[in-house]
């Protein structure tokens, strides 16, 4: 019970942050807000941490299961889902930086078009490499 009260008190915390960083009169500095965010996702972090480790194993039980089940597939699925969703998260943020600096060269130059388009590629492999390695993974359990 004490974990869904941090977990309130932590989405709580995050809206009243938001508000009052729109809400100010004065700029509020970048490193400010950065600091906010990460003391945000830190905290966020920890909470589904806790939950997927100590609330959520073992708590499901399919019919019929017997004993030889592998006691470690629940942090398999979870080093899955990691590898995928981090892997995603990173060539979103790769295909943004390159995908407006390619943008801005083909604005110049329009011969560049097919060299940027071979960097653009490269910045979404990131997110099949991560998806490989979740396969690889599922094939271990």
Avoid: W
């Avoid at 889902?81 to 981090?86: C, D, K, P, W």
């Amino acid at each position: 019970m004490s974990v869904i009260a941090l977990a309130l008190a932590l989405v709580i915390a995050t809206i009243l942050s938001g508000v009052h960083f729109l809400r100010s009169d004065k700029k509020v500095r970048l490193t400010s807000r950065r600091k906010a965010l990460a003391l945000n996702l830190g905290a966020a972090a920890m909470v589904l941490a806790y939950f997927a480790f100590f609330v959520f194993t073992n708590s499901v039980k399919a019919a019929g299961e017997s004993a030889a089940v592998n006691p470690n597939a629940g942090l398999g699925y979870i080093a899955m889902a990691l590898s995928t969703g981090l892997a995603t998260i990173g060539a979103g943020y790769a295909v943004g930086a390159v995908g407006s600096s390619a943008l801005g060269a083909i604005s110049e130059d329009p011969k560049l078009l097919g060299k940027t388009l071979i960097y653009v590629g490269l910045a979404e492999g990131i997110a099949i490499y991560g998806l490989i390695i979740s396969i690889i993974i599922m094939g271990q359990l």
